[in-house]
């Protein structure tokens, strides 16, 4: 269990406000409970979170904007909650800043096992502007790659497969799960594109199967 670390919930579905509330509080977690973006960056002002749950339709001002002007002020992680009916591509959601996302109806074991991922990789960043993982150093601000210290010159596309399997390290993802996260929902094509970055990755990093491992009938995690 979670102990001290306090979330903030910007939601206007009040069941769902009451769902995670009672949810995060029984696992030892302080929660904050708001219904709206402007009241949300007014708390956030107030106080120190661990990290934001934010709703992406909310009145008066969108989730998107939201995080956008979180981002201006703040590197505190955010998880976005979207609608399956939302079609915002994992891309397009962390060039908004967001550190992940978890479309509703949620499970929240699912959704406590994400958290526990971004606390987990938030002991792991060196600074405010880096992303690591044992060998692994990415630099947030210029997109640069590190393994050993050496840089690495990664494709766009490469790039954001690495950025969501850190993101999601010791995690086993589908092909469907990285696809729609790093491709895209509205990406037409066959799921073993998923394959050739992971053997491109793979070789770029000098890595085998040591760190990107493959789970034989599911996909792929980061070990």
């Known amino acids: 269990?979670?102990?001290?670390?306090?979330?903030?919930?910007?939601?206007?579905?009040?069941?769902?406000?009451?769902?995670?509330?009672?949810?995060?509080?029984?696992e030892n977690y302080i929660v904050d409970v708001v219904d709206n973006g402007i009241e949300g960056l007014s708390k956030l002002n107030e106080n120190e979170y661990s990290l934001i749950l934010l709703d992406l339709m909310l009145p008066n001002i969108s989730g998107e904007e939201v995080c956008k002007k979180i981002r201006e002020q703040s590197n505190i992680?955010?998880?976005?909650?979207?609608?399956?009916?939302?079609?915002?591509?994992?891309?397009?959601?962390?060039?908004?800043?967001?550190?992940?996302?978890?479309?509703?109806p949620f499970n929240i074991q699912e959704l406590f096992a994400r958290m526990r991922v971004i606390f987990r990789n938030k002991k792991d960043v060196i600074n405010k502007n880096f992303l690591g993982f044992k060998n692994i150093k990415i630099n947030l601000d210029t997109k640069e790659v590190f393994f050993n210290e050496e840089l690495i010159k990664l494709t766009k596309t490469e790039y954001n497969l690495l950025h969501y399997l850190l993101l999601n390290s010791n995690i086993v993802l589908s092909r469907e799960k990285i696809l729609e996260n790093v491709w895209g929902y509205d990406f037409i094509g066959d799921s073993k594109?998923?394959?050739?970055?992971?053997?491109?990755?793979?070789?770029?990093?000098?890595?085998?199967?040591?760190?990107?491992?493959?789970?034989?009938?599911?996909?792929?995690?980061?070990?």
């Open 193 to 223: 594109i998923v394959d050739m970055y992971i053997k491109a990755l793979r070789k770029k990093l000098n890595c085998n199967n040591d760190i990107i491992k493959t789970v034989r009938g599911f996909g792929y995690t980061l070990q």
């Open 1 to 26: 269990m979670e102990k001290n670390k306090k979330i903030l919930i910007i939601e206007d579905d009040t069941k769902i406000q009451r769902y995670l509330f009672l949810e995060l509080t029984h």
């Open 77 to 104: 992680p955010i998880i976005i909650l979207t609608a399956k009916d939302e079609l915002f591509s994992k891309i397009s959601l962390l060039d908004l800043g967001a550190d992940d996302y978890i479309t509703k």
